[in-house]
């Protein structure tokens, strides 16, 4: 019985010994890596502010804070020309208008209801941009939110807590009940936005004055992540060392995208952990038949190298009550990514859940119509059956040079300007969408892997329908 301590110590002692040696040749750090922003919301805050206007105004602080201390030491040069932190640069968000980095809000004069759009860590409030507009176009009020950390500079990570970021949730749900009072308020979250959006969903049922949310959208939501968490939280403590400050680095890259953070902290990693961790006992310690969660549409990619989607089926979706939620699978493209390509297929998932009569919840598989056509259809099966009850031709074909989607990919329309299928016509700011960039590895300076990986979602007209409809 004394040997587990002993053979845990010796493991964590080698897994230092690791971080150590790999902390020790990686990228330079940049002043806005170090550089903290002194506005920018905090646990004090939480306790002083209590009006969403008021997180307003410290934003307008903080972006004021951001311009002065970074944009304004920041060079010039053709070297910097695709730095975000450069004034006037193709990745400089001020060149595109409005700045998608900062909160947004959509208002309806006849709001049907009211929709709070989270986004996901790292990222800003422009991954919901598209979506925000579709839906006061059909009637909302929208608020788009940012979150603390976010939208300014990569250092905001460092030090975040996520009970800091559900404060300012609750802000902002309070501020949409006030803008549409006696109507439907609902949450769309995005990644690391739909654990945060449960986590309100459970504070609302356990506290009157919150105003409840009617219905939740989770977008490639983080519900489980990777055990690498642990290793991020080791590292986060080593970096407290002298001249291991890196390690509080999980990866440090360019800043090159105007709406989302390249470089990613250990403790922004702990903190999806922890939040997962809390929202996934909350509701394994509930009955939710007795006072059910509000009903979900989940989106996820069958292939996702960020969260898990096991964890959507096991951790959530089969302890809630059932007939009230769905899950819409996008698989891969069967046509293109045959077995002798693919490294690990994701089709043991999507076979089980179709074969499970035991699903309490409806299940719809995006997929080809069959293995010789680039055709899709989404095939939807009632809980507790095993066989789908309704086929519907999305009119859509998989695009020729595309296997699948990504945990990036499904919030963007392909026409985003920025991360879309093809670069907007007469258009002179920087596009990361698909790239056909081609030559040696380890040439440039944007990792191979950012170039591979998806970033649009082919079928966002399906998906933005289906929550159109959900919502109503």
């Known amino acids: 019985m004394q040997k587990r301590p002993a053979v845990l110590a010796t493991l964590i002692s080698i897994l230092c010994a690791v971080l150590c040696l790999t902390g020790c040749d990686r990228p330079e750090l940049m002043p806005w890596h170090e550089e903290l922003l002194e506005s920018e919301f905090s646990a004090e805050d939480a306790r002083e502010i209590d009006s969403f206007e008021e997180y307003l105004a410290l934003e307008e602080a903080v972006f004021t804070e951001l311009d002065q201390r ?27 208008q409005p700045n998608w980095n900062r909160s947004f809000e959509l208002p309806n004069d006849t709001a049907i209801g009211g929709v709070l759009l989270l986004h996901g860590m790292s990222d800003s409030p422009y991954s919901l941009r598209a979506l925000g507009e579709a839906l006061q176009q059909r009637g909302y009020h929208v608020v788009g939110l940012r979150m603390p950390g976010h939208g300014t500079i ?27 009072p006696g109507k439907p308020i609902h949450i769309i979250g995005y990644s690391t936005g739909g654990p945060l ?18 219905k939740l959208v989770l977008i490639s939501p983080a519900i489980g992540i990777s055990p690498a968490a642990v290793v991020a939280k080791w590292s986060r403590r080593l970096s407290r060392l002298p001249g291991l400050h890196q390690l509080a680095w999980l990866d440090i890259q360019p800043e090159f995208d105007p709406y989302k953070y390249n470089s990613f902290t250990t403790n922004a990693a702990e903190q999806v952990h922890e939040l ?17 969660l509000p009903p979900m549409l989940i989106f996820k990619s069958t ?23 769905e899950l819409v699978v996008f698989d891969v493209n069967r046509f293109a990514a045959t077995a002798i390509l693919l490294r690990n297929d994701p089709g043991p998932f999507t076979v089980r859940l179709s074969a499970d009569k035991q699903l309490p919840f409806t299940f719809t598989l995006v997929a080809n119509s069959d293995t010789d056509s680039r055709s899709v259809a989404a095939y939807s099966k009632a809980p507790f059956t095993t066989v789908a009850n309704r086929v519907e031709p999305l009119g859509q074909t998989w695009p020729r040079e595309v296997f699948s989607l990504s945990h990036v990919a499904l919030p963007f329309p392909p026409d985003d300007p920025l991360y879309g299928a093809q670069a907007p016509e007469a258009s002179n700011q920087l596009f ?41």
């Open 70 to 96: 970074f944009y304004t030491d920041t060079g010039t040069a053709p070297e910097h020309s695709i730095e975000r932190y450069s004034r006037g640069s193709l990745a400089d968000p001020g060149q595109r």
């Open 303 to 325: 292939v996702d190298a960020t969260v898990s989607n096991e964890a959507v089926v096991e951790r959530l979706l089969s302890k809630l009550a059932a007939d009230r939620h």
């Open 197 to 214: 959006a449960l986590d309100y969903a459970l504070q609302a049922q356990q506290d009157s004055a919150l105003p409840p949310a009617t």
């Open 432 to 472: 990361l969408g698909q790239q056909a960039l081609q030559g040696e590895r380890g040439v440039l300076k944007i990792p191979e892997n950012f170039l591979l990986r998806l970033r649009h979602n082919p079928f966002y007209d399906y998906e933005q329908a289906r929550i159109l409809d959900w919502l109503q």
């Open 276 to 292: 997962t961790q809390s929202v996934a006992n909350r509701i394994a310690a509930r009955t939710d038949a007795e006072r059910p």
């Open 154 to 180: 990569p250092s905001g990570m460092l030090y975040l807590q996520w009970q800091e970021i559900a404060a300012v949730v609750r802000l902002g749900m309070l501020h949409l009940a006030q803008r549409v």
